[in-house]
T-cell receptor, first 110, second 113 residues
Framework: EADIYQTPRYLVIGTGKKITLECSQT?????MYWYQQDPGMELHLIHY???????EKGDLSSESTVSRIRTEHFPLTLESARPSHTSQYLC?????????FGPGTRLTVL | QKEVEQNSGPLSVPEGAIASLNCTYS??????FFWYRQYSGKSPELIMF????GDKEDGRFTAQLNKASQYVSLLIRDSQPSDSAIYLC?????????????FGKGTLLTVNP
């Protein structure tokens, strides 16, 4: 089982602010993912990485960006938050196929 | 468009009964199949995975895979109220080095005491 951490757990912020959601894992997994999930709705993949300096956009168009400078760290950044970004953001890591999720960050943009 | 279909439910079963959750997928190249449990307000938790045709048992959970029919199921024996959650079926996209998962929308299971 992966140990995967996300901070902050909850964030309420005003429109136009730049935010970074942190995700770290201690298992040395090469693969990491960011999902967006609205309450009661399905998971949508927004970014993924199969290793250091490798990032790809997911299936859901997103205005966020990611970086993967270290294996254990996969932060997601929104340059200018908008109310439409209000959602739950879930980070996951994987050694191969199965993915292990962090606790999530619930973001509210006013 | 790769799809994973699940009955949204709710599926309601009495405590102690067997709950049967079903999932079909469209990508014949998929090789790995996963079941996640998600409690309200929490993140998904991996409970079972299966790669080969047939059954795989782990405690009260049994995953069943039929690649010819593109069908995967999860059986929960002796269901408990604590099993009440949304169950997500996830399937790898294609084969080879593709490690992305396609998730179904989930089935809400309610176990009544």
């Amino acid at each position: 089982e992966a140990d995967i951490y996300q901070t902050p757990r909850y964030l309420v912020i005003g429109t136009g602010k730049k935010i970074t959601l942190e995700c770290s894992q201690t298992m040395g997994h090469d693969k990491m993912y960011w999902y967006q999930q609205d309450p009661g709705m399905e998971l949508h993949l927004i970014h993924y990485s199969y290793g250091v300096n490798s990032t790809e956009k997911g299936d859901l168009s997103s205005e966020s960006t990611v970086s993967r400078i270290r294996t254990e760290h996969f932060p997601l950044t929104l340059e200018s938050a908008r109310p439409s970004h209000t959602s739950q953001y879930l980070c996951a890591s994987s050694p191969s196929g199965q993915q292990f999720f962090g606790p999530g960050t619930r973001l509210t943009v006013l | 468009q790769k799809e994973v279909e699940q009955n949204s439910g709710p599926l309601s079963v009495p405590e102690g009964a067997i709950a049967s959750l079903n999932c079909t997928y469209s990508d014949r190249g998929s090789q790995s199949f996963f079941w996640y449990r998600q409690y309200s307000g929490k993140s998904p938790e991996l409970i079972m995975f299966i790669y080969s045709n047939g059954d795989k048992e782990d405690g009260r959970f049994t995953a069943q895979l039929n690649k010819a029919s593109q069908y995967v199921s999860l059986l929960i024996r002796d269901s408990q109220p604590s099993d009440s959650a949304i169950y997500l079926c996830a399937v790898t996209e294609g084969g080879g080095s593709n490690y992305k998962l396609t998730f179904g929308k989930g089935t809400l299971l309610t176990v009544n005491p």
